[in-house]
């Protein structure tokens, strides 16, 4: 097993619907897995609230989404890390063509970077999924985008569209936005272009509320994480035509929990045998088993996040430690995981850091 790197996204800018901003920018660490420390290798305080961070696989490139409430349009910054020396460096940024910047997923290839826009209000360029492409010098304006038109159920939430996650699927190719405004999961095409071309849409429950998304490695399954209803769903994936069709729906907390929490991230084992979500307001992480010829989900019970408002999971590549981005506890847990039962543990170790709000691993 290589050096892990673990890359931090911390608030750093008040925003109204946060509690407190008590980050310092871009942060990476130094992982040892077996023993449980960190150790700091760089920090970049001047991006404005990195939300969301899109790492390469060797660890050598970032892309920080910053969400600001009050702009128009969100940033996305490219960064070089060196990870012989720890040397990050600013590359360059593009606008987002979209506000509250929310989520993003380097392509497969590695070409492209694909990025969801929330949105809120009307004005400015308001398109849910911008398509950049990558190269030596960071991000390239955006070559192509569209914009989502609709509503759902809850007018506080659901006054319109809301792009919360753009997710590849595992063959490539494809890619599927997750609107929480819309209560829809809509398939893209992206051709040799990198227009995004619709073929394939499918409403979840009135109300859920679609957030974030984990891909089964086997490629025949896709689980949704909905945050207004506090439920997770499982659908069956059918890769030559983009269609989901769904199998299952499971309560991500307890009744009585449900009308205080909201639904954030979702993470899936490397084995694809069980599932991870984080619960703002329960403060806890749902354990779910995954028949693997069905899809059907089985709730395995419930684990103390390790602190207050988990926005952010990160499984280390091992599998053996789920990391949580406690929010408002202004600390990273790190929980022991049972690779034969999918139960989680409180080790008791944790980074402490303000308001963390995305983790990635890459491993060197």
Same mark, same amino acid.
């Given at each position: 097993?290589?050096?892990?790197?673990?890359?931090?996204?911390?608030?750093?800018?008040?925003?109204?619907?946060?509690?407190?901003?008590?980050?310092?920018?871009?942060?990476?660490?130094?992982?040892?897995?077996?023993?449980?420390?960190?150790?700091?290798?760089?920090?970049?305080?001047?991006?404005?609230?990195?939300?969301?961070?899109?790492?390469?696989?060797?660890?050598?490139?970032?892309?920080?989404?910053?969400?600001?409430?009050?702009?128009?349009?969100?940033?996305?910054?490219?960064?070089?890390?060196?990870?012989?020396?720890?040397?990050?460096?600013?590359?360059?940024?593009?606008?987002?063509?979209?506000?509250?910047?929310?989520?993003?997923?380097?392509?497969?290839?590695?070409?492209?970077?694909?990025?969801?826009?929330?949105?809120?209000?009307?004005?400015?360029?308001?398109?849910?999924?911008?398509?950049?492409?990558?190269?030596?010098?960071?991000?390239?304006?955006?070559?192509?985008?569209?914009?989502?038109?609709?509503?759902?159920?809850?007018?506080?939430?659901?006054?319109?569209?809301?792009?919360?996650?753009?997710?590849?699927?595992?063959?490539?190719?494809?890619?599927?936005?997750?609107?929480?405004?819309?209560?829809?999961?809509?398939?893209?095409? %992206?051709?040799? *272009?990198?227009?995004?071309?619709?073929?394939?849409?499918?409403?979840?429950?009135? #109300? !859920?509320? @679609? $957030? /974030?998304?984990?891909?089964?490695?086997?490629?025949?399954?896709?689980?949704?994480?909905?945050?207004?209803?506090?439920?997770?769903?499982?659908?069956?994936?059918?890769?030559?035509?983009?269609?989901?069709?769904?199998?299952?729906?499971?309560?991500?907390?307890?009744?009585?929990?449900?009308?205080?929490?909201?639904?954030?991230?979702?993470?899936?084992?490397?084995?694809?045998?069980?599932?991870?979500?984080?619960n703002r307001g329960h403060d806890s992480i749902s354990i779910f088993? %995954?028949?693997? *010829?069905?899809?059907?989900?089985?709730?395995?019970?419930?684990?103390?996040?390790? #602190? !207050?408002? @988990? $926005? /952010?999971l990160a499984l280390t590549p091992s599998g053996r430690h789920l990391?949580?981005?406690?929010?408002?506890?202004?600390?990273?847990?790190?929980?022991?995981?049972?690779?034969a039962t999918g139960a989680l543990r409180d080790t008791g170790a944790?980074?402490?850091?303000?308001?963390?709000?995305?983790?990635?691993?890459?491993?060197?």
């Amino acid at each position: 097993m290589g050096e892990l790197l673990l890359f931090v996204g911390t608030l750093n800018r008040e925003a109204p619907y946060f509690q407190g901003a008590r980050g310092d920018g871009l942060n990476v660490f130094s992982f040892d897995e077996a023993a449980l420390r960190f150790r700091k290798l760089a920090g970049y305080p001047q991006v404005e609230n990195p939300t969301y961070l899109s790492v390469s696989a060797d660890g050598r490139r970032i892309y920080a989404n910053s969400e600001v409430a009050d702009w128009r349009e969100g940033l996305v910054t490219a960064f070089g890390f060196d990870p012989a020396t720890g040397r990050l460096d600013y590359l360059n940024t593009q606008p987002s063509l979209g506000s509250i910047t929310a989520h993003s997923m380097i392509s497969r290839d590695g070409r492209r970077l694909f990025v969801a826009n929330y949105t809120v209000g009307t004005g400015g360029p308001d398109q849910s999924l911008v398509v950049f492409d990558l190269g030596t010098a960071g991000l390239s304006p955006a070559i192509a985008s569209v914009a989502h038109q609709g509503s759902g159920p809850d007018p506080a939430r659901q006054e319109r569209s809301h792009a919360h996650s753009a997710t590849e699927v595992l063959q490539g190719g494809m890619v599927i936005v997750a609107d929480l405004g819309m209560d829809a999961l809509i398939t893209y095409s %992206i051709g040799s *272009d990198g227009v995004p071309r619709q073929i394939a849409r499918v409403q979840t429950a009135p #109300g !859920a509320g @679609p $957030r /974030h998304l984990a891909l089964h490695p086997g490629g025949r399954f896709v689980f949704v994480m909905n945050e207004l209803d506090s439920t997770v769903t499982a659908h069956s994936f059918d890769p030559a035509t983009g269609v989901l069709a769904p199998i299952d729906s499971q309560p991500a907390v307890p009744a009585e929990a449900r009308s205080g929490n909201h639904c954030s991230d979702i993470q899936i084992s490397p084995d694809g045998r069980f599932l991870y979500g984080g619960n703002r307001g329960h403060d806890s992480i749902s354990i779910f088993e %995954i028949d693997q *010829d069905s899809g059907r989900l089985t709730p395995r019970g419930f684990a103390p996040c390790g #602190g !207050a408002t @988990p $926005r /952010h999971l990160a499984l280390t590549p091992s599998g053996r430690h789920l990391l949580v981005a406690n929010q408002n506890a202004d600390r990273v847990s790190m929980l022991a995981r049972d690779a034969a039962t999918g139960a989680l543990r409180d080790t008791g170790a944790a980074l402490p850091i303000g308001t963390p709000m995305c983790l990635k691993f890459a491993e060197v």
